[in-house]
């Protein structure tokens, strides 16, 4: 829920525009439960779709938004300097970073990991 509360906050107006539409966290999760599709699937399929409908560099940057937010809930349980994510979460984000067709370069590149990290744990 913080982070779609605080997506005003972000400087992807994409991002804002997508997070703005969703009602709650739980209205999310109970649409993947019911498509019966892996996260695999989700993925990919918002992948292909980005890269299909949305112009290039506002689908790398929600790509990266979405890994972010991967990053934000893998460290809830600590600060967002001190890392508490388990190697399986790391491996689970990296895999997430694949299906979404993004490379460890892509996200290396700017500091737009730390710059929406910082936006949300404000």
């Known amino acids: 829920e913080a ?5 005003v906050k972000l400087k992807c107006s994409f991002a804002q525009e997508v997070l703005s539409s969703i009602e709650s966290s739980e209205s999310v999760m109970s ?4 498509s019966g599709l892996s996260i695999r699937d989700v993925l990919m399929n918002v992948d ?3 890269d299909q409908k949305v112009e290039n560099a506002d ?3 929600f790509k990266k ?4 937010f991967g990053v934000f809930i893998g460290n809830a349980s600590g600060s967002i300097f001190d890392y508490n994510m ?3 979460e790391m491996d689970s984000l990296r895999e997430a970073g694949k ?5 460890v370069k892509d996200l290396e ?7 929406i990290l910082n936006s949300i744990a404000e």
């Open 99 to 103: 299906w979404l067709d993004i490379s």
């Open 65 to 68: 938004h979405l890994v972010a």
């Open 86 to 88: 388990s190697h399986d």
């Open 31 to 34: 649409e993947l439960e019911s």
């Open 48 to 50: 292909k779709i980005l």
């Open 3 to 7: 982070i779609l509360k605080k997506s």
């Open 59 to 61: 689908a790398l940057s």
């Open 109 to 115: 590149q700017t500091n737009i990991l730390l710059d």
